[in-house]
């Protein structure tokens, strides 16, 4: 869904740092991996997972790949560093409102013991709007949450 562009670069090392302070100052609980596509990047994943892992937070993990493309050897190692995965790209003619997941063709699976059905529970949204106007919407909007801000 996302090109596939560097917007950003960032050291693992440096974003470890970053996540450990925010961990402390915000109480985090976890941390998100979504699009592009997470598992790309998945031999440098494997580190700094393991680091995450070491700080006690749990990890959600969005991936573009159906479950069948992802449960295979070059994934083994990435895979148990993983509380949950979604899996499975998301399709517009597919999209619903099921928590965690954009489409209906989506599927979540509990990869560790950290989580079950019981703690997925409702989507969520977040709009954050900056000191300039600029509007950020993340999670699962509705279409009626889009359309009120695409006039903006």
Request: aromatic share 10%; with cysteine.
């Amino acid at each position: 869904m996302w090109p596939f562009k560097i917007k950003q670069k960032i050291g693992v090392k440096e974003l470890i740092d970053r996540i450990r302070k925010n961990k402390e100052t915000f109480e985090i609980e976890g941390i998100t991996l979504s699009g592009g596509e997470p598992l790309l990047q998945w031999r440098i994943l494997i580190p700094f997972l393991q680091e995450i892992k070491k700080m006690e937070l749990s990890v959600i993990c969005f991936s573009g790949y159906t479950w069948e493309e992802i449960n295979c050897a070059k994934f083994k190692l990435v895979l148990p560093l993983i509380d949950i995965l979604v899996s499975g790209p998301f399709m517009q003619k597919e999209k619903g409102n099921l928590p965690l997941r954009g489409s209906n063709n989506q599927e979540i699976h509990f990869l560790t013991n950290r989580y079950d059905n019981s703690d997925i529970k409702e989507q969520s949204t977040e709009i954050l709007i900056d000191t300039d106007g600029k509007i950020t919407i993340t999670g699962f909007p509705s279409k009626d949450i889009l359309d009120f801000f695409s006039n903006y």
